[in-house]
């Protein structure tokens, strides 16, 4: 599973670590996630972890559920690769 660097705020009224991945979907959602509900660091993470397990399995052998949830996860990550 791929790792994360957690970075320290730079302003003290910041009340949380935040990854650079977290801070590029923040990016996104401001440009394209308006129709789009705003996640959380913690929800950020939790999602996007899900998404990689995902797209770790075989394509052959992927479900029509799986690859549902794969679309899913990329509308709310905002995933633009």
């Given at each position: 599973?791929?790792?994360r660097k957690t970075s320290t705020p730079k302003?003290?009224?910041s009340s949380a670590s935040t990854t650079p991945e977290y801070r590029e979907y923040e990016t996104r959602y401001k440009e394209l996630g308006q129709d789009r509900p705003k996640l959380s660091p913690e929800e950020f993470?939790?999602?996007d972890d899900e998404l990689l397990e995902l797209l770790a399995l075989d394509d052959n052998?992927?479900?029509?559920?799986?690859i549902v949830r794969i679309q899913e996860l990329e509308y709310l990550l905002i995933d633009a690769e």
């Open positions: 599973m791929a790792t302003s003290k009224s993470e939790q999602l052998k992927m479900t029509d559920d799986q």
